[in-house]
C-alpha cells in the first residue's frame, strides 16, 4: 500500500491563480482530512470529509474548496491564491471509529507559496 | 471551542537528561488524546495514545484530568528523539485538533 499520496510536493503560485491539491489514498479509508501547517501555529483543520459525498467545513475552510467523489480522492482547491495561503498542506486520512482509536494516517505534505 | 495548548515552542536538552513536553487541553469529560511525531524529512506518525497507556522509544504521557494535562516524557533523552511533537485531541466528527507544536532537540 502506498498510503496516503499527495501531488504535487511543492508549487509556486501567483496571487489571484488557481491549483488544486491531490489527494489519494488506498487504504479504504472514509475519513479524510485537509490541515494546513504554518509554523508556531500548529496544524489548522481545512475541510474533512466523513464518507463519500459527504463534506465539511474545519476551523479554516475560507479561500478553499474540497469535493469527495469517491472514498479514495480528496483535492483541495484553492480558486484565487493569496499570500495568506502559504503553508504546508497535509491529507490525512483514518478507517471507521470502531476499528481505529484515533489514529490519522498522513500524505507527505505539499509546500504552497504564494507571490 | 475545543483547545490544544503547547506552551513551549521550542525546547532543548543534552543527551541523557530527562525531557518532559507539555500539553493541557481544554476542558473534556472523557477526553482522547494523542501525540504524534514529525522526524525531519518524515511524515507526521503517531507516537502514542492516552487509551493505550503504552511506552513508545522510551516515551510515556499521562492523563491528569484535574489538570487538563498530557504531557509527554521520557526519562533519558536521545538525539533520534530530535524531531517536532505535537498534541491532538479527538473532538466531535471524528476530528483532531492538534497543539501549536513543540521543535525539540537533543544535543550530543
Known amino acids: 500500500n502506498a498510503g496516503v499520496t499527495q501531488t504535487p510536493k511543492f508549487r509556486i503560485l501567483k496571487i489571484g491563480q488557481s491549483m488544486t491539491l491531490q489527494c489519494t489514498q488506498d487504504?479504504?479509508?472514509?475519513?479524510m482530512y485537509w490541515y494546513r501547517q504554518d509554523p508556531g501555529m500548529g496544524l489548522k483543520l481545512i475541510y474533512y470529509?466523513?464518507?463519500?459525498?459527504?463534506?465539511d467545513k474545519g476551523e479554516v475552510p475560507n479561500g478553499y474548496n474540497v469535493s469527495r467523489s469517491t472514498t479514495e480522492d480528496f483535492p483541495l482547491r484553492l480558486e484565487l491564491a493569496a499570500p495568506s495561503q502559504t503553508s504546508v498542506y497535509f491529507c490525512a486520512s483514518r478507517p471507521v471509529r470502531v476499528a481505529n482509536t484515533g489514529e490519522l494516517f498522513f500524505g507527505e505534505g505539499s509546500r504552497l507559496t504564494v507571490l | 471551542a475545543q483547545r490544544v495548548t503547547q506552551p513551549e515552542k521550542l525546547l532543548s536538552v543534552f543527551k541523557g537528561a530527562p525531557v518532559e513536553l507539555k500539553c493541557n487541553y481544554s476542558?473534556?469529560?472523557?477526553?482522547?488524546l494523542f501525540w504524534y511525531v514529525q522526524y525531519s524529512r518524515q511524515r507526521l506518525q503517531l507516537l502514542l495514545r492516552?487509551?493505550s497507556r503504552e511506552s513508545i522509544k522510551g516515551f510515556t504521557a499521562d492523563l491528569n484530568k484535574g489538570e487538563t494535562s498530557f504531557h509527554l516524557k521520557k526519562p533519558f533523552a536521545q538525539e533520534e528523539d530530535s524531531a517536532m511533537y505535537y498534541c491532538?485531541?479527538?473532538?466531535?466528527?471524528?476530528?483532531?485538533?492538534f497543539g501549536e507544536g513543540t521543535q525539540l532537540t537533543v544535543n550530543p
Open positions: 491532538a485531541k479527538e473532538t466531535s466528527g471524528s476530528r483532531l485538533t
Open positions: 476542558y473534556s469529560g472523557s477526553p482522547e
Open positions: 487504504m479504504n479509508h472514509n475519513y
Open positions: 492516552h487509551i
Open positions: 470529509s466523513v464518507g463519500a459525498g459527504i463534506t
